[in-house]
C-alpha cells in the first residue's frame, strides 16, 4: 500500500467536504472544471487501465493560484468525468508546488512525471528558486514518489540554462525507449525545449536542444510543451509568455503556436514549418494530447488565460478545461475538431435552412449547444452571430469576408473587469461556402471555422438566462443552421 503524506490527506479531505458544496448550479455541464479552489494546466492526459486520465494543477484550499497539488479525473468518453481523490500534494523537501508534467506506463504501474517546484528561503534566509524533475508510480489512484527524486536535477542542465525556469516533462515512449521534452531558460533569457532520453524513467541523458524561442513572437520563457507524430508530420505544440501581437491572430502575452515539421531522428533535427497560434481565443492554453486506443491524437487545453482571469467574483472554483479536440495535419497545418464521442450527447437536432437578412433572426436558444452555420457565396459575406443573447447581454461573431476577419466581441457579455473582450481573428481562408462550428457549454464558446482549419475558444460568464443565437447579414444570405442540444445527464 503506498503511504500517503499528511498533505495529500489533507487536500483529499478538503475537496471530498468542501467539494461537495460547490458542485452543480453554475458548472459547466461536459467540460472538467476545478472540483473545488483553482485549476490552471491539464496534466498527464494519458491512456491507463483501460480510461483516459487527465490531471490538472490545482490549489484546492483557495479560488486563486496557489501551492500545486494534481487533481485527478478519469473519461471513458471525454464528455462524462469521474472525480479521482487528489493525486499528488508537495509534501517533500525538495518542492513547494507539484507543476505541470505528463504521465506514461511503466511496467505495467502509471508513471507520473512532474516539475518540483522549490520557491522558500534557503538557509540564508535568501529566496531559493529552483526546478527539478520527479516522479512518482501508482495504480491508477494512489501514487508514490520514488525514493531517487528528484530523478532530474538542475546538474543535467545544459551550460547556462536558468536552474529557475526548468519545468514541465512531457515523457512518451519511442523505440523501446523513454524520452522527455522539457522547457528551460538559456543563459540569454529566452526559452528552449530541450530533449532528453532514458531506460528506466530514473536515470536520463541530455540529447539535444530542439528549439528556442525568437524573443519576439515566439515570447521570452516557454513551456508546457507537447511533441508528437501526426499524418506525416511532427509537431511541435508551445505555450510561450511574454509573446509579441502580430496581424497573424498570435494576441500577445501569454499565448500557444502550433509548429509543423519534419523530423530528423538520425541527426536529431527538427525542421519546423511557420508558427501559427494554436487557438485563436485568450482562454486557450498549455495544451496537451493523448493518443486514444483507436489511434486518435486528442489535445486538450486549460480554458483559461493568465491575463485575462474573467471568472465571476461569485464563483467558489477557479478554472476549467476546453472540450478536448482531435488533431490532424491537412496541407502543414493543424486542424481541430470537436472529438466525435460528442454526437453521443445530441438531444433535439433541428436544421433550419433560409436566408440571413439585416433584421436580425433568432435561430435557437440554449447555453448546451453544438451547432454549425454554413453560409453560402460567403466569399464577400458580412453577417454575424450574437449567442448567449437576452436583455442588454450578447457575445457578437462578425464574420467580415471582405476584412478578412471573424471578429468575436463579449464587451456586453455582462463580464466586468475583462481586459481584454474583443478578439480579432485572422481568417485563413475566405471560402465561397463559410462553416461555424460552434461547441457551447455553460460559460464557454469553442468555435471551430472551415472544418477545424482554425479554432476560438472564449469564456463567457454571461448569466445562463441569456441563450439565444441571433443571426443577421448586411444583405440577404443563404445558410443552413444545424444544432444539437447537448445533454449529459445530471451526474456529469
Ligand atoms: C503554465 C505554468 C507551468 C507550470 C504551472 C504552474 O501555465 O506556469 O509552466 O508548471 O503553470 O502551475
Known sequence: MPTISRELQRARAYAQSTGAHVQGGDRAAFHVCAPVGW??????????????????????????????????????????????????APDRAYESGCFSGSAVTWRGRHA??????LDRPGPDGIRQIL????????????????????????EALPEGACARDFRDPRVWEEDGRYRM????????????????????????????????????????MWECPDWFPLDGSRVLLLSAQEMEADDEGFHGLNGTAALVGGW??????????????????????????????????????????????????EQRWAGMMTFPRELRVRGGRLYQAPVRELERYHADSVTVRSVAEKEG????????LDFTL???????????LDVAAGGAYRTRL?????????????????MPGDRYPVQIVPLVSVPERAELRAVMDRGSLELFLNGGEQAVSVLIWTDPACGDVILSADAPLRYTFVCHRIEVGEDA
Do not use: C
Not at 489535445?299 to 482571469?309: G, N, T, Y
Not at 454554413?374 to 454575424?384: C, N
Open 112 to 117: 507520473l512525471i512532474y516539475t518540483s517546484h
Open 181 to 220: 521534452i522539457v522547457a528551460s531558460r538559456r543563459a540569454d533569457g529566452l526559452g528552449s525545449y530541450l530533449i532528453y532520453e532514458s531506460e528506466d524513467l530514473r536515470g536520463w541523458r541530455f540529447v539535444t536542444e530542439l528549439l528556442h524561442s525568437d524573443g519576439h513572437r515566439l515570447g521570452k
Open 361 to 368: 433572426r433568432r435561430l435557437t436558444s440554449g447555453r448546451q
Open 131 to 154: 526546478e527539478q524533475q520527479s516522479l512518482a508510480l501508482g495504480d491508477g489512484v494512489d501514487y508514490e514518489k520514488v525514493p531517487e527524486d528528484p530523478i532530474l536535477r538542475t
Open 264 to 313: 530528423e531522428k538520425a541527426t536529431e533535427t527538427f525542421t519546423p514549418g511557420p508558427p501559427r497560434p494554436i487557438d485563436y481565443g485568450w482562454d486557450f492554453y498549455a495544451p496537451q494530447t493523448v493518443l486514444t486506443a483507436d489511434g486518435r491524437r486528442v489535445m486538450i487545453a486549460w480554458m483559461q488565460s493568465w491575463d485575462d482571469d474573467v471568472t465571476p467574483p
Open 398 to 414: 462578425t464574420y467580415d469576408a471582405p476584412a478578412g476577419r471573424l471578429t468575436v466581441d463579449r464587451t456586453h457579455a455582462g
Open 374 to 384: 454554413t453560409v453560402e457565396d460567403a466569399a464577400a459575406a458580412v453577417f454575424s
Open 39 to 88: 485549476i490552471n494546466d491539464p496534466n498527464g492526459f494519458s491512456l491507463y487501465g483501460g480510461k483516459i486520465h487527465l490531471f490538472f494543477q490545482h490549489h484546492p484550499y483557495d479560488w486563486h493560484w496557489g501551492p500545486m497539488h494534481w487533481g485527478h479525473v478519469t473519461t471513458e468518453d471525454f464528455v462524462r468525468w469521474q472525480l479521482l481523490p487528489e493525486a499528488l
